[in-house]
Structure formats: structure tokens, C-alpha cells
């Protein structure tokens, strides 16, 4: 399933909690102490738990409240953002004890684990189906199944902190330690390699930075060189911003398309999708935190102001400081904003907080460390009609509309799958497709959106080996049965595909 370009969809509604009442912007709400360190950026699920790691060796659930639902004890550090699996049922992470963890998201029980050659920094990003991607510092690229078993690996031969970005078709691109962003197809094949700061001496060409995939659909990374790189999906640079300091958090998307980054020289840069200068702020020393976005184009980053204190702060669209939240420790967690107004972050005293921001995450493809709340650094390049919306509502799953790729009852066909085909999210289906022959004819019968109804338009595809697919041509469509089943949503049609395909083919229905 290909998705259509996203337009934007409804913003989640605001919830004001009870105990956020009287707080102003920047007021902190709550905060949990852990046995040490907070490095790692935070996690939340659409029931407001937020999930984050610690280097006391724990993983921690607490509940949007601040209290303690579970924690999972590791054999080291936590320094891996976890991430959420599609149906939010199982969390991931890696950890200083070379392992990659898979754990339930309700109870903390382990599910299983998968044992690197060296510890796991980067956080696992997921592709459509749930399959795992992350880089250790034993110079692997690994690839797993949701069940844990390793589907591939490519020895890069440097350290890979730097977590992963995965693109619409499945690729996935990743930054090492000599300095290359590398790209893989979803099958482990080295699709290129993209050299940064051969300018510079060798020690400051690694890349820490999390690649971030863009509206327009190129790649940025920063690079210990000190420069922001855009390139295309097959690799071309197209421009390259240079800061005077290095450049190792993420970039974040704003809803007009526009980049937000911080770097070593203690200033938040903003350029327009072109690499156009807009503005910079200093708000002190940025080493891992990625800025996280809101609605009006706000931005919110940790730094290390001096004498031993660090602190949140606020931007204006602009640039300009709206409030700061002061801590002592270094902050390198990304703070991540929630449907509900509030703003999570972890920092070196120990503590995980809570501060009320009063605003919303930004509606763009990559609003924070991780692409958004789950951490699952996946470009979704989908529409969310309102019509879709008012299907999830009908089905009393609203709570799933940033999640179009959740498969709730196992059957193989995610939401949007179900919405377009007519199928029923809670009852498991053989197909949503069927083929048959008619004397010489091939037909493919299926239930779809109305066009009237939906934006999406579908294309048939055929291959004979499952890896180049080509469009089939002079497709015969029939109308057998408008307002099927008596649902205005949906019209059952037959496709008369053409004759004159010799062996073995497979078709393929994309909706664009």
C-alpha cells in the first residue's frame, strides 16, 4: 500500500487536566526521580503513558500523571529512545548490554531480546510492517523481525549511534561514526553512501545526528563538520547549510515545511525546506537534544546555560524566547509534546518532568527526535480525509488516526486498508481482494471508497519476479453494485485485467 501526499488532518482535541488548571506556560507539573541520569527522549502512547529509559539500567512506564505503572530492569545504561510498536502493545529499545529489547508496553514483561558485539545507543526505527532497524557501536547495521529474529545485517566498521530514518518505500538511511550516511533498501542492500566533512580532520567527520526525512521527501543530517546536508532519496546533494559548530541533534519539520535545528555553538537555527537562512537564537550549549515543534510554529529545545544548569526553552515562531524551564544537570533528552498541552523531557539530575506548554504538537511528518510521539521515525506520507476520520469515529477508534498502518485484529491489512477495501477493523478477513476466471478472463472483484467520497485514486501494477512492478494498461473497470451493501462509503467493482502475460505474474492495487 502506497500512500497519497498528506494534506494534514484535524488537530487533536485539548484536554485540560485537573492538576494543569492553574499552571502558566513553563511551569513544571510533575517529575520522577530515577537512580540516575535521564540521556534518552521520551515515548508516548495515545493513552497519555509516557515511556523513557534511565542510566540506573531501568526502563520506565508512568502514566500522564507521573506515577509509576511498571519499570524493566536492563544489564546497563539506557540511553536508546524506546519506541512503540504500530498497535502500541510492545516497546522497544537498546541498551549498553549489546542487547535490543522487546518488552509489553502494559506490563513490562519481556518479550525477547536480541544480543549485539557492542552496546546499543541508537534507538530501533520501524518500517509499515514492524520490522526493526538500528545501528550499535560494534560497526553493525541490523535489521530484525517484530518477533526478534534478525532478518539482516551490514558491517559499516564504525560506531552508529545515530538513529535511523525510514522513507515511504522502505529504505532506510543512517548516519556512522567515518562520517558516510548510508542507505539501505529494506532487504539490507547498500543502495549508496553519502560522504560529509572530508574537509575536516577525521575525528570530527562522524555523524551522531538522526537523519530526518522531509515534506518534500529529501534527507537531512547534521554532521560532526559542523554542516546541515539535504539530499535527494537516491543520494544528490541538493544544498548544504554551514554552522560553526557541529551539528548533532535531529531537524525538525515545521507545518510550513521549514527546518529547525540546534548546534555545538549554542544556537536554534531555522531555514526554509531550501536551505534558505530565516534565523538563529542562542540559547546556549545544544549537544543531542532535538527541537520539538507546535502548531504555530513554536519551538522547544534543552541546552546547557552555565554553572551547572541547563534548561528548556521556549521559541517564538520567530525565534524570540517565550519562557524557560531551569534544571541542574545537563539536558540532552528531546523533549517531546503531547495532544494534551504538556511537555515531557528527562535530564542528568536523575528526574523526568512534566511542564505544562499549553500548546500542540505540530501536524507535519517530523515534529520531533523520532518523526513523532512513538519514536518510530518512519515517514508516513499519507492523507487523512475528514471521511476517514469519521470511520475511525464510527468504529470508536479515533484514537488511531495517527496511526493508519495499526493492524487491530492480526489480519494483515492495516486501517487504511480497511477503510478503502471495506473492511471490518475488529473482525479478522481472508482478503479484502478476489480474483477469478471467467472463461478466458481474469477479473479482480473488490469493494472500494466511492470516488466522490474518496481522494484516493487506485492503479493496478504487475511483476513476474516481485521486484520491478510495471502498470497495467487498458484496465476494463465494471460497476456491479453502487451504495454496496447499502453504505453510501463504498461501490463493489470488477477489473477485466488484459491478456498476454506468459508464466508466473503478480498483481499489485497502490492507492495514491
Known amino acids: 500500500m ?3 501526499k ?32 535521564i540521556f534518552g527522549s521520551p515515548t508516548l502512547d495515545r493513552n497519555g503513558n509516557v515511556y523513557f529509559g534511565s542510566r540506573d539500567n531501568f526502563v520506565y512506564a508512568l502514566t500522564g500523571e507521573g506515577e509509576l505503572r511498571w519499570s524493566f530492569e536492563a544489564g546497563d545504561w539506557v540511553d536508546s529512545s524506546p519506541t512503540l510498536s504500530f498497535d502500541e502493545k510492545t516497546l522497544y529499545f537498546g541498551s549498553w548490554d549489546n542487547k535490543m529489547y522487546a518488552v509489553s508496553a502494559e506490563s513490562g514483561a519481556l518479550q525477547w531480546s536480541f544480543e549485539a558485539k557492542n552496546l546499543i545507543v541508537a534507538s530501533p526505527s520501524l518500517d509499515v510492517q514492524g520490522n526493526l532497524f538500528f545501528g550499535a557501536s560494534d560497526g553493525f547495521f541490523y535489521s530484525l523481525t517484530a518477533q526478534g529474529e534478525l532478518r539482516w545485517f551490514y558491517f559499516v566498521g564504525e560506531e552508529m549511534d545515530s538513529s535511523p530514518a525510514i522513507d515511504g518505500s522502505g529504505n532506510v538511511y543512517v548516519g556512522a561514526f567515518d562520517g558516510q550516511l548510508y542507505s539501505f533498501s529494506n532487504t539490507g542492500e547498500l543502495r549508496w553512501s553519502y560522504a560529509t566533512g572530508l574537509d575536516v580532520e577525521e575525528g570530527d567527520r562522524r555523524i551522531k545526528s538522526p537523519p530526518t526525512i522531509g515534506e518534500n521527501e529529501a534527507v537531512y543530517v547534521g554532521g560532526g563538520d559542523g554542516r546541515l546536508y539535504a539530499l535527494t532519496l537516491d543520494g544528490q546533494l541538493l544544498w548544504q547549510f554551514q554552522a560553526p559548530e557541529k551539528v548533532d541533534t535531529g531537524i525538525a519539520v515545521r507545518e510550513d515545511g521549514s527546518l529547525v535545528f540546534g548546534s555545538r555553538d549554542g544556537f536554534v537555527y531555522a531555514l526554509d525546506e531550501n536551505g534558505v537562512y530565516l534565523w538563529e537564537s542562542y540559547v546556549g550549549d545544544i549537544f543531542y537534544s532535538t527541537p520539538a515543534v507546535d502548531r504555530e510554529g513554536g519551538i522547544y529545545v534543552g541546552s546547557y546555560v552555565g554553572n551547572g544548569v541547563s534548561g528548556i526553552s521556549a521559541l517564538s515562531e520567530s525565534g524570540e524566547l517565550v519562557w524557560e524551564s531551569l534544571v541542574l544537570g545537563y539536558i540532552d533528552s528531546s523533549p517531546l509534546l503531547s495532544g494534551e498541552g504538556r511537555l515531557y523531557y528527562g535530564s542528568y539530575d536523575g528526574a523526568f518532568r512534566a511542564i505544562e506548554a499549553d500548546v500542540q504538537p505540530a501536524i507535519s511528518v517530523w515534529n520531533r527526535f523520532g518523526a513523532g510521539r512513538a519514536n518510530q521515525s518512519l515517514f508516513i506520507d499519507f492523507l487523512l480525509s475528514q471521511d476517514f476520520e469519521a470511520w475511525l469515529a464510527e468504529e470508536g477508534l479515533e484514537s488511531y488516526k495517527a496511526n493508519p498502518y495499526s493492524d487491530l485484529d492480526g489480519d494483515g491489512f492495516t486501517l487504511f486498508e480497511e477503510y478503502y477495501f471495506g473492511g471490518k477493523p475488529s473482525l479478522p478477513e481472508a482478503s479484502l481482494l478476489a ?15 466511492d ?17 520491478v512492478w510495471m502498470p497495467v494498461e487498458a484496465v476494463t473497470e465494471v460497476m456491479l453494485e453502487e451504495s454496496f451493501a447499502g453504505e453510501s462509503r463504498y461501490d463493489k467493482v470488477q477489473l477485466v485485467l488484459p491478456q498476454g502475460a506468459s508464466g508466473s505474474v503478480f498483481y499489485r492495487l497502490r492507492v495514491f
Not at 488532518?9 to 510533575?30: H, K, M, R, T, Y
Open 2 to 4: 502506497v500512500w497519497a
Open 6 to 37: 498528506k494534506l494534514g488532518w484535524l488537530a487533536a482535541a485539548f484536554v485540560l487536566l485537573a492538576n494543569s488548571i492553574f499552571a502558566a506556560s513553563g511551569d513544571e507539573l510533575w517529575s520522577f526521580e530515577t537512580g540516575d541520569q
Open 435 to 449: 480474483f477469478q476466471w471467467t472463461g478466458a478472463d481474469l477479473q479482480l472483484q473488490f469493494v472500494r471508497l
Open 451 to 467: 470516488q466522490a467520497v474518496s481522494p484516493y485514486v487506485f492503479h493496478l501494477e504487475i511483476s513476474s519476479d516481485l521486484k
